[in-house]
């Protein structure tokens, strides 16, 4: 079972001031492509992860890009089902490289990391969309995703109590201190 430990091992758990995909900042990041590069790693948190969606019987794995694609591949692997990823065009996820889903199929959304769960929404959404039944989300981290965030079951392999803050209240920002921007999709205006 994936553990923070296997994130310090690898070096994924960061410190510092970060500003998050979903626009909130932290003191901590995980990189879960650090965690990914390892093959080994990534499927055993595929398998685990699977494992905890495998009675949604999924006939589908749909993740966002860039950060849910490793993962997404591993669970769909470990399932036995078809492994495909939204992109963002014109701002919102869409499925694209001939990329679909029949309708009703069952599709679990899968990505690396549970903020707010925004990214994760809108790609259901584009599965909805596509006219595909969306019937769980799963992540490897969940940072603290607030209480029914989705309507659907949900699952993750580790939970890290991690603050988060809007910029306006951020206590770094407050003492100046630059921030990096690791994630997948670029913030708007950073000041780091």
């Not at 994936?2 to 091992?9: L, M, P, R, S």
């Not at 995980?30 to 595929?46: D, F, T, V």
């Not at 950060?67 to 399932?79: K, S, T």
């Not at 803050?165 to 997948?184: I, K, M, N, Y």
Request: charged residues 20%.
């Amino acid at each position: 079972m994936v553990t923070i430990d296997d994130f310090t091992e690898v070096g994924a758990l960061l410190t510092g001031h970060f500003r998050l995909s979903s626009g909130l900042h932290s003191d901590r990041y995980l990189q879960c492509a650090r965690l990914l590069m390892w093959p080994e790693r990534a499927e055993q948190a595929g398998r685990d992860l699977a494992a905890k969606l495998a009675s949604l019987s999924p006939q589908a794995v749909v993740s966002p890009a860039i950060g849910g694609i490793v993962i997404g591949h591993e669970v769909a692997r470990a399932l036995g089902v078809r492994a495909l990823f939204a992109e963002r065009r014109d701002g919102s996820f869409v499925l694209r490289r001939g990329f679909a889903v029949s309708p009703g199929e069952r599709v679990v959304v899968v990505e690396d990391v549970f903020t707010t769960g925004g990214s994760t929404r809108e790609v259901c959404e584009a599965v909805e969309f596509a006219g595909g039944a969306v019937v769980g989300v799963g992540s490897i981290v969940d940072r603290g995703l607030p209480a029914g965030a989705f309507s659907v079951p949900t699952s993750s392999l580790l939970f890290l109590d991690v603050p988060a803050w809007p910029e306006t209240v951020c206590p770094l920002c407050a003492r100046g201190v630059p921030f990096d921007v690791p994630g997948s999709r670029p913030a708007a205006n950073p000041r780091g």
